[in-house]
T-cell receptor, first 111, second 115 residues
Framework: KQEVTQIPAALSVPEGENLVLNCSFT??????LQWFRQDPGKGLTSLLL?????REQTSGRLNASLDKSSGRSTLYIAASQPGDSATYLC??????????FGTGTSLTVIP | GAGVSQTPSNKVTEKGKYVELRCDPI?????LYWYRQSLGQGPEFLIY????????DSGLPNDRFFAVRPEGSVSTLKIQRTERGDSAVYLC??????????????FGSGTRLTV
């Protein structure tokens, strides 16, 4: 079974800093990886989807990279803002029908 | 619809009661998923529909849980004889296409179930 780990579990940074969230997975036979954002008491908002053949995806201040062979992905957030405060979840899809999720990184950006 | 819609947003019930949770996926999306998220955890897979049929129900925890999608659009997750351990946020997601390998998910806002 695929195991997904996210480090750190929580992160607090001052506004304006660049930061990196990490995701690792145990089975490198994946089709894609998706990063989500979850605000307290809310559902999941998709941020970026990376196919297994891709190395990275960018959207605005967000950049996600994928190193399938080493089982790692990073989400880079540039010039962080208080509105970025949320939990960030990484999810991996392999040969089965489901995404496997990590437990998330809780990000707080301090004004 | 424009997004995945889940109703109700909150459901409080008593131990032993029956509940139904509804999911209305994005129009045209053939794949529909139910996940369950406990406090402080990532979502865990329950069941996957392709069209009207349950293609994979391996995540359903026991036979108290059942889901249907009779017309290939709206789905209902049914929980019988609810227990306190069923308390969680139930999330629904949909995805286009029959070949699921390349697609990501669009999630609804979830139903918070409290038993």
């Amino acid at each position: 079974k695929q195991e997904v780990t996210q480090i750190p579990a929580a992160l607090s940074v001052p506004e304006g800093e660049n930061l990196v969230l990490n995701c690792s997975f145990t089975d490198s036979a994946i089709y894609n990886l998706q990063w989500f954002r979850q605000d307290p008491g809310k559902g999941l908002t998709s941020l970026l989807l990376i196919q297994s053949s891709q190395r990275e995806q960018t959207s605005g201040r967000l950049n996600a990279s994928l190193d399938k062979s080493s089982g790692r992905s990073t989400l880079y957030i540039a010039a962080s803002q208080p509105g970025d405060s949320a939990t960030y979840l990484c999810a991996v899809k392999g040969t089965g029908n489901q995404f496997y999720f990590g437990t998330g990184t809780s990000l707080t950006v301090i004004p | 619809g424009a997004g995945v819609s889940q109703t109700p947003s909150n459901k409080v019930t008593e131990k032993g009661k029956y509940v139904e949770l509804r999911c209305d996926p994005i129009s045209g999306h053939t794949a529909l998923y139910w996940y369950r998220q406990s406090l402080g955890q990532g979502p865990e897979f329950l069941i996957y529909f392709q069209g009207t049929g349950a293609a994979d129900d391996s995540g359903l925890p026991n036979d108290r849980f059942f889901a249907v999608r009779p017309e290939g659009s709206v789905s209902t997750l049914k929980i019988q004889r609810t227990e306190r351990g069923d308390s969680a946020v139930y999330l629904c997601a949909s995805s286009p296409g029959r070949d699921q390998r390349g697609y990501g998910y669009t999630f609804g806002s979830g139903t918070r179930l409290t038993v």
